[in-house]
Every structure is written in C-alpha cells, then in structure tokens.
C-alpha cells in the first residue's frame, strides 16, 4: 500500500523533536550534530533567536498580504541584497528551483525583449542541479531525474564540467546565456575554479550572452564570502538563491542586473506566496547575521580549521577518504569506498551528513559553528572512518 506521504524519498527512519544551535535531538533522546543544515539552509543552525525574535514578532502583526500590495519587508530585504551584489533588482520565491525558473525566464525574456526571440538556450554543465520543477531538471540534464516524466523542457544544451573546448562548440545563434553553479553542490562539491568564472565571463561579454549563477546552495556566506563567485572577482547578469537566505523559512531570490531584467514588465511573472511577511522577516533577520564582514570572517577561519584536520583525517584513513574538497563550509570527502557506508557510520556515531553525486560525502554545518563542535565532529568522523574502514578490510 502506498504510504500516506508520496513515497519519493528515501527517508532515515529518524525524527527530531526539537532543535538547538547546530543539535538535532530525537524522539528517542538521541543527540545528533547536524553537519547537513537542513541540505545547506540551517545557514545560522537552529532555534537561533534573532531569527526566532524576527519570525514572532512578524507573526503577531501579519502573515500574508498577497503581491497584489506593497510589502515593506520585500523593499528592506531586496535593497540590502541589491546594495550588497552585482543586483539592481530581486523577485522574491519559495524555493530555489522557483528561483532558478524566474532566472531562466529572465534570460530568454531579455534576448525576447532585445529582438532576438531565436535566443532562447542555455548552456549548462554536466553534474549540475537547479532543482526538480520540468525546466530545472531539463537544465539540470541529470537521467535519472528526467525519466519518465515526458519530453524534456528543450533550451538546454549541456556541456561536460570543465571541457573548455565543448563549451565554446555549444554556442551557437540561438544561445541566450550560460547557466552555473560557482561550486557544484548534488554534482559532489565541485568547485569551478576562479580563472574558469573569468573566462565565462569573458565568454558571455564577447558572444553578447547571459551569465546565470546558481547559488541557491554555494551563497549566503557558505564560502566565507556573502556569494561564491565573489572569490572570482566578477559578477554574472542574473543570480538564483535560496536555501540558506531563508535559514529554515522557506524563500529564494532571483536576482538580476537592471539590464538583464529589463523586459520581465508587470504581468511577465508572479507568485502567491513569494516575499511574504513572515519570509521577509526572516529573510532581513539572517542578513543582519550573515552579511557582516566578521561573521564571513569567521566562516573562513572555521573552513580553514575544519579543512586542515579533514585532510589529517584524509591521511589516517587513505582506504576511506580519497580527496577532500570543496570551499568555506560546503566540503566534500571523496570516498574510496561506498559514500553511503560512511554516511551511515557517521550517522551511528551521531554525526548528519548528506552523500551528493562523484561518490561524495558532503560537510554543510551552520555557518555559526563552534570551535568546540568542530572538535566533537572530528571525533565522530574519526570513529565513523575507523568503522568503515574496519568493514572493508574484513569484506577483503
Ligand atoms: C537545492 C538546490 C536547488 C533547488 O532548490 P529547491 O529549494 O529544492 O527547489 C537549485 N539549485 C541548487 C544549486 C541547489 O542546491
């Protein structure tokens, strides 16, 4: 019989009762240091009381008004992103695929608007992920995701990750933009390198194309920088977010330049719920935290701690962790074994991390983390590694 909840998942058969800083407690009294943030959105952990502060007071004047109105928290929310990004404009969501949607109509509406409605596609990259609507997964290009499901949305032409020669073969007359996520997240935390953001810059100027990042999971302060392509030195036309902006509440943004989105005019978009009070208030809440030079500061020096004993551990235990990559906050361990058996080991020693595609493990903790929990994670992945690597050698 089908299962009440459509049975899409693969759930652990866990459930949390209550939640504090970057703890996870269970039904069953267990404890669990959450090095998963909710897949990267616990960006300040959890029960955090500014954000709680800033979601209750907003509760108790109004939810939801409707786009049909002013909200006052969207022009706070969208004047501090604008005023601390490439941005001149920002359509407010509820997810990152919705995000993702408004970035892929802003770039075909734009080379609409300007004449050239034969320019419609958008060169993406082989592991990406822009979410599970019909046109992000057509983006996304993955199989697996796109089986079954009916012609897949066209205007995508996907090129392998870091093959500069197949990128430059895919432009063509009918290429609106380039679609990218600074550092890969599902893809197996694939960071792509800061002369190759140059270059598709470079790229995007010469050909009169669209540049579109997607930092629904790489932004808001998760590489020690507000955005990940901050490290680049440049700026794309359009950006989608999400995940972390929303710290467990849920919202996205697209954001774009001025230029790119000067045809989405009245009517061209909406949502119902997108930018609502009670987002919006909690959205203004997180910048206050995370847009702070100290507190990206701090995100760098954690990485930089967390990094170095990873690659110790790397060291202890070469027959489990091949590599370990990744930037700020969003780490991976390559496995040489299976990232599912290390996955579960740290789980049982009390340790949440989620696997992500290229045999991955990935490390998303809160941004917030303390030097001590750092030590407590160590300690478990140090115990989980000593586990697997014990199960593999008996299997030998
Ligand atoms: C999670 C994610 C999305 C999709 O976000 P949803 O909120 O699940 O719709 C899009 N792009 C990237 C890079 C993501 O990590």
Redesign the pocket.
Known sequence: MITTVLPTYVRADLSFERAEGAWLMAADGRRFLDFGAG??VNSLGHHHPHLLAALKEQAEKIWHSSNLFRVPGQETLSQRLVDATFADTVFFTN??????ECAIKMARRFQWGEGRPERYRLITFEGA????TLA?IAAGGQAKYLEGFGPKVDGFDQVPFGDHVALKAAIGPQTAGILV?PV???GGVRTIPVECLKGLRALCDDHDLLLIF?????GMGRTGRLFAHEWAGVTPDIM?I??AIGGGFPL?ACLGTERAARHMTAGTHGSTFGGNPLAMAVGNAVMDIINTPTFLERVGDISNRLKQSLGALMDAFPDVIQEVRGKGLILGLKCKGSNTALRDAALAHGLITITAGDNVVRLLPPLNLTDEEISIALEKLHAACAVVSGAQEAAA
Do not use: I, L, P, Y
Request: proline letters at 0%; one cysteine or more; a negative charge.
């Open positions: 897949v990267a997810s990152g695929a919705e995000a993702m992920f822009h979410g599970r992000t996520e890969q997240g599902e997607d930092e629904v999971q790489c989608g999400a995940k996205g």
